[in-house]
């Protein structure tokens, strides 16, 4: 600690810094909106590259930051119905 305070524990600590998506590897691939975090469709698609869907916390429509749960499990059914309409398949 910057104090110089130490602390002890029986199982080893995890680290947690905080973390950096993995969205940086495709930052190219997306429009950037005014904020800096990607421009997608109302589909979570790319607007410069179709059939590239984002998925996670960089996830943003308009003003709307999607809670955790909403993000990872309910958003992945608007990208599966997505892809699976434009293969030609029920959704």
Known sequence: MVDGRR???K??????TGFEG????VRDLFEAREDGYPLLSA????????G???CGPSVRHEQHVFCFI?????????V???IAT??????
């Open 11 to 16: 199982q080893p600590p995890i680290l947690a």
């Open 70 to 78: 909403y993000k990872y499990r309910q958003r992945f059914a608007v």
């Open 7 to 9: 602390f002890t524990t």
């Open 80 to 82: 599966a119905k997505a």
């Open 86 to 91: 434009n293969l030609g398949l029920p959704a």
């Open 22 to 25: 993995s969205g940086k590897l």
């Open 52 to 54: 590239m869907f984002l």
């Open 43 to 50: 589909k979570d698609e790319s607007t410069i590259t179709p």
